[in-house]
Nanobody, 126 residues
Framework: QVQLVESGGRLVQAGDSLRLSCVFSGRNFGGYTVGWFRQNPGTERIFVGV????????HLSDSVKGRFTISKENNKNTAFLQMTALKPEDTATYYC???????????????????WGQGTQVTVSS
């Protein structure tokens, strides 16, 4: 059974950097595309970025492009979301998600991902 556990979220100040981790439990992490999403109470889960199975290709949303990046270490069953120049509007619960058959035409859709972590809270104060 595949499981994901995020960690690293905390309270930071605007302009700070933070790295979130997503640890995968199961077989063949290299066979999964990993996405990152964020969500605030009462709102939809929003796509942040995605990394392909091999960890060689990253796609980020316009709102975080140039500030965030994603990496994936298949030999350590871990993916990372590196966040820099954080803004108060980045405040949210961040989720990682994994999918075996994520369509390259629909990477931003939460429904493409089979397994989700429990989320980790990031709060950016101004």
């Amino acid at each position: 059974q595949v499981q994901l556990v995020e960690s690293g979220g905390r309270l930071v100040q605007a302009g700070d950097s933070l790295r979130l981790s997503c640890v995968f439990s199961g077989r063949n992490f290299g066979g999964y595309t990993v996405g990152w999403f964020r969500q605030n109470p009462g709102t939809e889960r929003i796509f942040v970025g995605v990394i392909n199975r091999s960890g060689t290709n990253v796609h980020l949303s316009d709102s975080v492009k140039g500030r965030f990046t994603i990496s994936k270490e298949n030999n350590k069953n871990t993916a990372f979301l590196q966040m820099t120049a954080l803004k108060p509007e980045d405040t949210a619960t961040y989720y990682c998600a994994a999918g075996r058959d994520v369509s390259t035409m629909d990477l931003k859709s939460a429904g493409q991902y089979d397994t989700w972590g429990q989320g980790t809270q990031v709060t950016v104060s101004s």
